[in-house]
Every structure is written in structure tokens, then in C-alpha cells.
């Protein structure tokens, strides 16, 4: 649907980390940075033309908020914007895909812990017209990727 388009899942990112430090200890979030695959993108002149997809969910706390400026510097770096897609289910749907053969086994699979997060934290929003959030409870798949698509379309149009 996008070429020139690659995915980089936040595990990449957060796994080499997490094999050194809990997310609670203060050196996690440091780390993360030094890893540098943020700032290489965005430096990068082989890689100008490519799209950029991310996925991450950061909480609107100090911590997720401090996740999030690393990626707006990156864009802004890049001279990119940030469209950002928020997929939302209910709580019992996301219960379910925790158990998904597909999860990596570094992922979060614990049910009580996702419920504390869904409970306790907002996911951070960037706002304005190029944000997007979508309920996914019940939708197929090819329907949510032609959403998002049709929403980048739109975005980038505009811009």
C-alpha cells in the first residue's frame, strides 16, 4: 500500500535494553537513547525517502512523554511530520490477543498487568488534524489498514 514504506516495531528499540534493565529502573529510558536507531533515521541520507512507520504505545506520563520527544526530534530532525494512529480495543479484545501466537515472546503477555496499565495510564496523544484513533474491537484487518491508509492519504494531501 505505501512503497518505499518500513515498519520498525518498538521492540527493536526496547529488547536490547530490556535484556539489561527493567523498565522501572532510571537507566532503562537513558539506554533506550544510546541505542541510536532514532537518531540514525533521522540523519540518514540513504534512508530520506523512506516512510517511516512506527509502532509504540507511550503513556502520557513524564517517562512516555519523555519516549515521545525522542521521536518528534527525530522527525523534525528528518523534516517529517508525525502522523499518529491510535488503534484502541476493549479491554476484553486486548485480553484475547495477548495470547496470539504471533506475539513476540518479549511482549507483554500478562493479562493483570495490561488491565493495571488500561486502568492507570493514558496513552500519550500527539493531537491536532494528524492524529487518528480508531476502535478495532470488531473490525477485520484489511478494513483497519485501508482507514489508516486512506487517513495518511489525506494527512499528507493536506500538508
Known amino acids: 500500500m505505501l512503497p518505499n514504506a518500513k515498519l520498525l516495531d518498538n521492540h527493536l528499540l526496547i529488547d536490547p535494553v530490556a535484556a539489561v534493565y527493567n523498565r522501572t529502573m532510571p537507566e532503562y529510558q537513558g539506554l533506550r537513547k544510546l541505542v541510536g536507531i ?6 540518514s541520507t540513504s534512508l530520506k525517502d523512506v516512510i517511516w512507520i512506527f509502532t509504540d504505545s507511550q503513556s502520557s506520563d513524564e517517562v512516555g512523554r519523555a519516549a515521545v520527544a525522542d521521536y518528534i526530534s527525530a522527525a523534525e530532525t528528518r523534516g517529517s511530520p508525525i502522523i499518529s494512529v491510535i488503534l484502541m480495543c476493549c479491554a476484553e479484545e486486548n485480553v484475547f490477543r495477548l495470547g496470539a501466537a504471533s506475539r513476540g515472546k518479549n511482549k507483554l503477555n500478562d493479562a493483570d498487568i495490561l488491565l493495571e496499565i488500561r486502568e492507570k495510564e493514558d496513552i500519550y496523544h500527539f493531537g491536532g ?10 473490525m477485520p ?19
Open 38 to 43: 532514532l537518531d540514525s533515521i533521522a540523519t
Open 129 to 138: 488534524a494528524a492524529e487518528i484513533e480508531i476502535d478495532i474491537t470488531k
Open 141 to 159: 484487518v484489511h478494513y483497519a489498514a485501508q482507514m489508516i491508509f486512506d487517513f495518511v492519504q489525506k494527512v499528507s494531501s493536506a500538508g
